[in-house]
């Protein structure tokens, strides 16, 4: 017999049409409910690229910090992945914290929106609250200790103004660390060109509103190692602008903490019996 599913019916903001609005697509979407019923029967989650993944006596005294890509679509964020991924997380360390990379979508919206900055701010945030109410009924299965995060929590972090400039310096005097920047904004906007029409992308606007994400971005991963988190869990890793922030700036200051750790998925089987 299958398992009992759950039934969730999301709107996803797609592509921009001419006028700049974003077109919703409505879909529903049918997961397991239980991350016990996943038995690495359905998809199997492990750690990758880890110095130490095969030390899970480090990992359970340790505490972790997993952002979450919401409004993407992203599949590794949702349903029998994410399902995955929580048993994974639940198993294997002390505490976890899920950061909700919402607020900071406000870059990425900008590329192709004219709306302003508090209106694509606003919007960004609905994206955070959907993705929260629409797995509730995952993570609220984690039995260690964790906690919810929203971005805009490290933008008033009394550090983050001091991160921030201390980034921005380092990518206007460092040729080496705007290139890691101008690499990891390139792979972007290759991904992204393919997704709307020609006539509509502009690549100075688009390479713009990269970097502004990623200055946000590295200044706040800073934070994260001030506030003691051992390691950072996201599926495929650092981009190369985070990596090199690691290197120049987190290294030196926290040595033993924030290690990043990538996830490898294996799809199994479509359906579980019980």
Known sequence: MKIANYQIEKTYDIFPTSQGELWPLRRIDTYPISINDIQDKVVKVSFYRCPIANRRDVFKQSKCIMPISVGQNLKVHEGEKFLATMKLINNSFKSCALLIDDSIQRHTMK?????PAKALHAKAVMTGDDWLNDNKYIYEQLTIPYTIIRWDDWL???????????????????????EAFHNTIEGFIARYKNKVEATLFNYNRAYKCCV??????????????????????YPSGRNEAMKATYERIVLSRHPNLLVSVSLHFKNLKKSILI
């Open 212 to 233: 502004k994400y990623l200055k946000e971005e590295c200044a706040v991963m800073c934070l994260w190692a001030d506030e003691g988190y051992n390691f950072e869990v």
């Open 156 to 178: 008033t972090h009394p550090n983050f103004e001091g991160y921030y400039e201390l980034v921005c310096n380092l990518y206007e005097r460092d040729n080496q660390y705007q």
């Open 111 to 115: 590329i192709q929106s004219d709306l």
